[in-house]
């Protein structure tokens, strides 16, 4: 028997890590996204959305010890 599992609308996932970035007002870690985002998202999840992000310039990143914290241009 096959479990339904609902996807998001393409797009959607990055919107809502922009905009709790943009909601923070500061730059957050990917841990610190995480915790700010509804529903069960991997950590992974979470670092790739952030990453095409910062590629497509979309937002900045400093170092903040072994990671990177985000923040929206």
Do not use: D
């Amino acid at each position: 028997m096959r479990t339904s599992t609902r996807r998001r609308a393409n797009g959607t996932l990055e919107c809502e890590v922009l905009a709790a970035l943009q909601r923070a007002g500061g730059p957050l870690t990917p841990r610190e996204v995480q915790e700010e985002l509804p529903g069960a998202l991997t950590y992974c999840t979470v670092v790739t959305i952030l990453r095409r992000l910062h590629g497509k310039r979309v937002l900045t990143r400093v170092r903040r010890g072994l990671a990177f914290a985000y923040a929206a241009v």
